[in-house]
């Protein structure tokens, strides 16, 4: 899934490679999915987006936000290029075909969003209003300050995992980047919030700002793909690529366990429960 720093990436790419480029036709919902979100019809995507030209792109939280004209689109899925010529995927929930022959192509994994509307409308999408709202972690706006407000009452109750990926609290921040946060300011996934430490709970916050910044330095992460399909250059401390192997700081090997409808990674030796 493409969280923070993808969505920074390709927004980056599709602006450097998409801009002025003219929508032929766009075609979405064509291979129906369960889990893949609309704003109004699909079949109506042509109507409002054909003829208009891309603008620039922009990450908020985990989505791509892509101007064309006086269109919007919101993007929370891998969104992939396509040159004149190359063959493009048998399915797909979004395809726009591009006047140079080239195509831009969504399918979606697990779940994903794939709005269009005017600009000035919102597109009923619950979590690009929050990234909206709610401060990045790569901005300045996410301050010291500003994360210790984070530490209510109801985020009290919470492990630190919910807390850092639940309820868009932290825009874009989902179960895949957590994990080396986490990992970074020593604090265990299923740890309780209220029992941090002001040490750790700092700690905590210097890994927020840092973790998806250096992402985003690094193309995203090596578990996930980019524009042109190919891996970021982060390379994740803990994820899939690592379970089983050394902790890169004290040796232990990185376990993989289910938590809260999904998998965590973590050092035992250096994420202490
Ligand atoms: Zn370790």
Redesign the pocket.
């Known amino acids: 899934m493409i969280e923070l720093p993808e969505a920074v990436v390709i927004a980056r790419q599709v602006t450097d490679v998409l801009r002025g480029r003219r929508i032929a036709a766009a075609v979405a919902n064509y291979s129906p999915h369960k889990f893949a979100w609309f704003s109004g019809d699909p079949a109506g995507y042509d109507g409002l987006l054909a003829g208009k030209s891309i603008g620039g792109a922009t990450g908020r939280g985990a989505c791509v936000e892509i101007e064309a004209e006086d269109m919007l689109l919101v993007i929370s899925a891998p969104l992939r290029y396509h040159a004149p010529g190359e063959k493009l995927p048998a399915k797909h929930q979004l395809l726009l075909r591009l006047a140079d022959g080239s195509a831009v192509s969504s399918t979606i994994q697990m779940w994903g969003g794939l709005f269009c509307f005017r600009r000035g409308e919102q597109g009923a999408f619950a979590d690009y209003s929050l990234a909206l709202e709610r401060p990045s972690p790569l901005s300045d706006g996410f301050d010291r300050a500003y994360f210790a407000g984070l530490f209510d009452a109801e985020a009290a109750q919470l492990s630190a995992k919910a807390f850092l990926a639940t309820g868009q609290r932290i825009p874009g921040l989902g179960n895949g980047v957590l994990q080396d946060i986490l990992w970074t300011a020593r604090v265990h996934p299923k740890r309780k919030v209220a029992g941090l430490s002001a040490a750790e709970a700092d700690s905590l916050f210097e890994a927020v700002r840092s973790v998806p910044r250096t992402m985003v330095e690094q193309g995203g992460r090596d578990t996930e793909r980019d524009l042109f399909g190919q891996p970021g250059g982060y390379r994740t401390v803990l994820s899939r690529n690592t379970a089983g192997t050394p902790?890169p700081?004290?040796?232990?090997l990185i376990r993989k366990e289910a938590y809260l409808g999904g998998s965590i990674y973590y050092?035992p030796?250096?994420q202490a429960v």
């Open positions: 902790c700081a004290c040796g232990s050092c030796r250096c």
